[in-house]
């Protein structure tokens, strides 16, 4: 029905139809051309825009050079300095506790008392022979008395009298003996006998008189003081075994254990008390055979506790023990900190779980740059390195250089890659900034 039907002999405008066509090809043939047009201006104004570009302004800091301590850090348990089980060295009964867990204690604070009756008894009963023994000394030391001598001096004369007696006596007897007289030879020798009994009486009382005069001798003396030094030697010893019944704190410290209570019984060589010293406190720090070589006694170190995570603590090696555990190939590395108190209890506390910096390495020359020059792309770090200008009308630009993080100390990193120590780096405006980008350096 429609098959022979045109656009000619339908539509009453076909005499345009031809008209229509060539107008489409004019206004497609104009479009393109117009396209590219625009495409060709754009690229010969490419490096005038370029000539026009803003420089991005930054500052940077040089790379520099020096030589770092490498640190590392190690996982450790903070511990007493030193650790007491008090015991007792006598056996007794305990009558007093003086303290209760968690108490703080000075050096020589009595702990416990044990039952010193009987050895209070034996004190008195020492200390009264004492006072007899020195007033035997004393006694000995003043020498004789004044009537003494004059009594020492008296028999003296007595016997000098006696002596003379006989002597003029005996002398009669004889002369009358030799002119025979009435006197027979027994009443000469009695005579005879009578005059040196005398004389012996004169020179025993002349003895004594010296010996009045002249005091005690010097080894009676002498004993006397030992005898005095052993009485005083005997009462130290019983005051020593009554300070044994007092169990007192061998440092400053803290009470962590009591092993008996009042009315018990206290066993010699048992304990009694337990205490710990904390401060200064001491943290052991498990440090692997790789690295314990590098550390060095008196070398500092940064302790942080998870307990404490806003402190941090300056703490010193005092100790690298060269005995390592079989087991984990650790070598116990022993760090001193002081131990600050707070509400008259330490800080921190005995078993803490610390994080320990190390220095693990000797020094060595490395490159650092701030950590602001850092720029993070991804897995990727980079650091943008100013370009001077090669000729006097050109920018200054920027590298975009790959680098290699490493040690850190405070604001500055040590980085590896493409640089050197002259160059400069940006550290402020690198966010946004792109390789070869013009870039004008700011104070």
């Known amino acids: 029905m429609y098959r022979g039907l045109t656009w000619s002999n339908m539509c009453p405008f076909s005499c345009y139809e031809t008209y229509l066509r060539q107008l489409l090809r004019v206004v497609v043939w104009h479009r393109s051309a117009i396209i590219c047009t625009f495409a060709c201006a754009l690229l010969l104004s490419a490096p005038f825009c370029q000539a026009q570009e803003i420089p991005a302004p930054v500052r940077v800091n040089k790379i520099v050079q020096r030589r770092i301590t490498l640190e590392r850090e190690f996982i450790g348990t903070a511990t007493p300095r030193r650790r007491s089980v ?7 009964r305990v009558m007093q506790m003086f303290v209760r867990e968690g108490d703080a204690v000075k050096t020589n604070d009595p702990l416990v008392q044990i039952r010193t009756g009987t050895l209070k008894i034996e004190l008195a009963r020492a200390k009264a022979q004492l006072d007899l023994r020195s007033h035997e000394l004393a006694e000995i030391l003043n020498g004789s008395r004044p009537e003494e001598i ?52 004169l020179q025993a009382a002349t003895a004594d008189y010296q010996m009045a005069l002249e005091g005690p001798r010097k080894e009676r003396i002498a004993q006397a003081r030992a005898e005095v030094t052993v009485q005083n030697k005997v009462i130290q010893q019983i005051e020593d075994r009554i300070g044994l019944h007092t169990l007192k ?4 410290g803290y009470v962590v254990k009591r092993h008996n209570e009042v009315g018990g019984w206290a066993s010699a060589g048992k304990p009694v008390v337990e205490m710990i010293e904390l401060n200064p406190m001491e943290v052991e720090v498990l440090v692997s055979e790789k690295f314990v070589t590098h550390v060095r006694p008196a070398a500092k170190a ?8 806003d402190r941090e603590f300056i703490g010193e090696v005092v100790q690298v023990v060269p005995q390592a555990d079989l087991r984990s190939r650790t070598f116990p590395v022993i760090v001193q900190l002081e131990n600050p108190t707070q509400a ?7 078993g803490m779980f610390a994080r320990v910096t190390l220095h693990s390495h000797p020094e060595n020359e490395a490159l650092m740059v701030p950590k602001d020059s850092l720029v993070l792309n991804g897995t990727r770090r980079i650091v943008f390195v100013i370009v001077p200008a090669s000729r006097q009308d050109n920018p200054t630009t920027v590298k975009a250089v790959p680098v290699t993080l490493g040690n850190s100390d405070g604001r500055w990193i040590e980085i590896r890659g493409d640089i050197t120590a002259s160059q400069e780096v940006v550290i402020k405006g690198n966010e946004r900034l792109r390789p070869e980008q013009a870039v004008r350096i700011i104070p």
């Open 302 to 309: 940064i302790v942080r506790f998870d307990a404490l995570s």
């Open 344 to 350: 008259n209890q330490p800080l921190i506390k005995a």
């Open 86 to 92: 008090i015991g007792s060295a006598i056996d007794g």
């Open 150 to 201: 004059e009594k020492a001096k008296a028999h003296v004369e007595g016997a000098q009298g006696n002596f003379e007696y006989t002597e003029a006596r005996l002398r009669r007897a004889r002369r009358t003996y030799d002119n025979g007289a009435v006197v027979t030879l027994d009443e000469v020798e009695e005579a005879l006998s009578q005059s040196i009994a005398a004389k012996n009486i």
């Open 249 to 252: 704190a061998p440092f400053d």
